[in-house]
């Protein structure tokens, strides 16, 4: 795949020394630790292999990679391996994708409490699904999911929200039998909103009353009972965010439609258009207008402090499994699902096979006859250094 035009190491070089000068009051190690990353990434300063075509003999060098989850260039492979992983997992039924926002009041101290408030909007999310869909009221079932986690918007602002990908049904509470939702309808959007905002202020008051909570700058009075307590009343003045999209395909179509929302980062390189004058300039869609696509400008400090303002606690899970889905749940109830739903136990032996041709395929092929490309060699960054070819060509 060719190289994109404009890369965000390629705004992170061109801000050099200038950025950090701006930026030491909030740059951490951590942020420190990601930018070297990105701008290393896929250089010799990370080492890399030799590989050969096993039909033709075409030999090429390769640099590796960070894999790093906040680089823009290692998200495909990681996508591409969770989600055949997950293929075996995905239930022969319609699928829902359901959206839990957190309301802009809550934004600073989000910023301020990353994995605190983060963990809470996985927890509360989770409990709001689980609980009303075991509501006899309404679907009367057990249901599983997965849950991603997206912290920007289009703009790259800071716009905390998960993402749920739910079958279109759950197992009955003797599970004897599987129900199925409407088949327009999965779970009423008033009331799962109203059960988040009652689930997560109850975790924020515990949170509070724990001391986990750290409040600075402009939040420093919300150490006081009283001040907290008051802007957790001023939360129940409007309703929460709760978007729920209309059941769409199987299971199949659920695969593709998950690699949408799984392993992004802030930003992709094909977003990026100019780097004038200081000035960044990206795509970004405007969902309030029908979604037209608009280009922004900014410059480009700003631009790195929002890219670095989505990064996320060292060890926190953005992708989490709940209910039926749970690791200590599934391997007893995916099974019963599969049955229930009209399909065996267990997985065929054909899909055994495919699964181990899938992971005997070459991870890329040969330029010149399509060949599988095989490793022949690893390289040290210095032997990289090396080896790898001249940045302009030199005539003899």
Same mark, same amino acid.
């Given at each position: 795949?060719?190289?994109?035009?404009?890369?965000?190491?390629?705004?992170?070089?061109?801000?050099?020394?200038?950025?950090? &000068?701006?930026?030491?009051?909030?740059?951490?190690?951590?942020?420190?630790?990601?930018?070297?990353?990105?701008?290393?990434?896929?250089?010799?300063?990370?080492?890399?292999? =030799?590989?050969?075509?096993?039909?033709?003999?075409?030999?090429?060098?390769?640099?590796?990679?960070?894999?790093?989850?906040?680089?823009?260039?290692?998200?495909?492979?990681?996508?591409?391996?969770?989600?055949?992983?997950?293929?075996?997992?995905?239930?022969?039924?319609?699928?829902?994708?359901?959206?839990?926002?957190?309301?802009?009041?809550?934004? #600073?101290?989000?910023?301020?409490?990353?994995?605190?408030?983060?963990?809470?909007?996985?927890?509360?999310?989770?409990?709001?699904?689980?609980?009303?869909?075991?509501?006899?009221?309404? $679907?009367?079932?057990?249901?599983?999911?997965?849950?991603?986690?997206?912290?920007?918007?289009?703009?790259?602002?800071?716009?905390?929200?998960?993402?749920?990908?739910?079958?279109?049904?759950?197992?009955?509470? &003797?599970?004897?039998?599987?129900?199925?939702?409407? #088949?327009?309808?999965?779970?009423?959007?008033?009331?799962?909103?109203?059960?988040?905002?009652?689930?997560?202020?109850?975790?924020?008051?515990?949170?509070?009353?724990?001391?986990? $909570?750290?409040?600075?700058?402009?939040?420093?009075?919300?150490?006081?009972?009283?001040?907290?307590?008051?802007?957790?009343?001023?939360?129940?003045?409007?309703?929460?965010?709760?978007?729920?999209?209309?059941?769409?395909?199987?299971?199949?179509?659920?695969?593709?439609?998950?690699?949408?929302?799984?392993?992004?980062?802030?930003?992709?390189?094909?977003?990026?258009?100019?780097?004038?004058?200081?000035?960044?300039?990206?795509?970004?869609?405007?969902?309030?207008?029908?979604?037209?696509?608009?280009?922004?400008?900014?410059? $480009?400090?700003?631009?790195?402090?929002?890219?670095?303002?989505?990064?996320?606690?060292?060890?926190? =899970?953005?992708?989490?499994?709940?209910?039926?889905?749970? #690791?200590?749940?599934?391997?007893?109830?995916?099974?019963?699902?599969?049955?229930?739903?009209?399909?065996?136990? #267990?997985?065929?032996?054909?899909? =055994?096979?495919?699964?181990?041709?899938?992971?005997?395929?070459?991870?890329?092929?040969?330029?010149?006859?399509?060949?599988?490309? =095989?490793?022949?060699?690893?390289?040290?960054?210095?032997?990289?250094?090396?080896?790898?070819?001249?940045?302009?060509?030199?005539?003899?």
């Amino acid at each position: 795949m060719p190289r994109p035009p404009l890369e965000v190491a390629d705004l992170v070089s061109a801000a050099g020394t200038a950025f950090f &000068d701006h930026s030491r009051k909030w740059f951490t190690w951590l942020h420190l630790k990601i930018l070297t990353a990105i701008v290393c990434c896929r250089t010799s300063a990370l080492g890399g292999h =030799v590989d050969g075509c096993s039909r033709c003999g075409h030999r090429a060098i390769s640099f590796n990679s960070c894999r790093n989850r906040h680089c823009p260039k290692c998200q495909a492979n990681a996508r591409d391996r969770w989600l055949e992983a997950r293929r075996r997992e995905l239930l022969p039924t319609r699928y829902v994708h359901v959206v839990f926002t957190l309301p802009h009041q809550l934004a #600073h101290l989000a910023l301020q409490n990353k994995r605190e408030i983060y963990g809470l909007l996985f927890r509360a999310s989770a409990e709001t699904l689980l609980t009303v869909a075991r509501d006899p009221h309404h $679907l009367g079932a057990e249901i599983g999911f997965f849950s991603v986690l997206h912290t920007w918007n289009q703009q790259l602002l800071h716009h905390p929200h998960v993402h749920c990908v739910v079958p279109g049904g759950g197992l009955a509470v &003797d599970h004897s039998r599987w129900i199925p939702a409407p #088949h327009s309808f999965f779970l009423p959007v008033k009331v799962l909103s109203r059960v988040f905002r009652g689930k997560f202020v109850a975790g924020l008051r515990k949170l509070h009353g724990e001391g986990q $909570l750290g409040f600075h700058g402009t939040l420093a009075h919300l150490r006081s009972p009283q001040a907290f307590a008051a802007m957790l009343r001023s939360l129940f003045r409007s309703d929460w965010v709760v978007y729920c999209k209309r059941p769409f395909g199987g299971a199949e179509h659920a695969l593709r439609y998950l690699g949408c929302y799984t392993h992004r980062v802030a930003i992709s390189h094909h977003r990026l258009v100019a780097l004038a004058e200081g000035q960044v300039t990206f795509r970004w869609r405007d969902s309030a207008h029908k979604n037209k696509k608009r280009l922004m400008r900014l410059p $480009l400090e700003e631009f790195l402090r929002r890219f670095f303002l989505h990064v996320l606690p060292k060890g926190f =899970v953005r992708i989490r499994h709940f209910g039926l889905f749970a #690791h200590r749940r599934r391997a007893a109830l995916l099974p019963l699902c599969l049955q229930l739903l009209g399909t065996v136990d #267990h997985p065929p032996t054909t899909e =055994v096979s495919e699964t181990k041709s899938d992971s005997a395929r070459p991870l890329w092929r040969c330029p010149h006859c399509g060949g599988p490309m =095989v490793l022949l060699e690893r390289l040290t960054p210095l032997q990289a250094r090396l080896r790898s070819p001249p940045t302009t060509a030199t005539k003899c």
